[in-house]
């Protein structure tokens, strides 16, 4: 089952713009997390945020947090042509127990030069 | 410091045939994790293990199995494969749980025909 799913499914932009996606979840989380995925490649971690935060900073990325509304974004800012990939959020849950990460469906980033 | 490492990096399988994709980590992590990723449907957790001799099933377990050789190992077993077990396999490790970073290795490319 998702947790996460991602908004929008894709999105074009050119070199130098700033890249907003979104991340929407159903349940109550411990943190939330973003990956990147290179074609061909393993998931890359980018940030985590946990639930009592609500933004993050990591170089050109902002991550947000609002658990009121139950959703996340990630901005990168001033898009290179090597940020194009595809970008997936994580979540976890509340429950107890070992907790797991649940992956949404990605958007696909491009950058063009 | 390779990181995760799986093996093969590409397999094709008759249907009904049998193989093992191993994975190792070389970061002293207690989690590790197999992930199947799907076009469309993101990552879907198949086992995990939160801790050296543990294994427990994850969202889409049927047709797997696993073994937690050691702290470094967690490979995936597919007893009797079918074309619904074509997909891209990802093996994962984090140093205790959800509230860390998971590390990908650059997965395993399984056609079954």
């Known amino acids: 089952s998702q947790q996460g799913e991602e908004d929008p499914q894709a999105l074009s932009i050119q070199e130098g713009e700033n890249a907003t996606m979104n991340c929407s979840y159903k349940?109550?989380?411990?943190?939330l997390q973003w990956y990147r995925q290179n074609s061909g490649r393993g998931l890359v971690h980018l940030i985590l945020i946990r639930s009592n935060e609500r933004e993050k900073h990591s170089g050109r990325l902002r991550v947000t947090l609002d658990t009121s509304k139950k959703s996340s974004s990630l901005l990168i800012t001033a898009s290179r042509a090597a940020d194009t990939a595809s970008y997936f959020c994580?979540?976890?849950?509340?429950?107890?127990?070992?907790?797991?990460?649940?992956f949404g469906t990605g958007t696909r980033l491009l950058v063009s030069p | 410091n390779a990181g995760v490492t799986q093996t093969p990096k590409f397999q094709v399988l008759k249907t009904g045939q049998s193989m093992t994709l191993q994975c190792a980590q070389d970061?002293?992590?207690?989690?590790m994790y197999w992930y199947r990723q799907d076009p469309g449907m993101g990552l879907r957790l198949i086992y995990y293990?939160?801790?050296?001799?543990?294994?427990d099933k994850g969202e889409v377990p049927n047709g797997y199995n696993v073994s937690r050789l050691n702290k470094r190992e967690f490979s995936l077993r597919l007893e009797s494969a079918a074309p619904s077990q074509t997909s891209v396999y990802f093996c994962?490790?984090?140093?205790?749980?959800?509230?860390?970073?998971?590390?990908f290795g650059n997965g395993t490319r399984l056609t079954v025909t």
């Open positions: 994962a490790s984090s140093e205790a749980g959800t509230g860390y970073p998971l590390h």
């Open positions: 349940t109550s989380i411990n943190n």
């Open positions: 293990s939160a801790s050296e001799g543990t294994t």
């Open positions: 994580a979540t976890d849950a509340t429950n107890t127990g070992f907790q797991k990460l649940v």
């Open positions: 970061m002293n992590h207690n989690s």
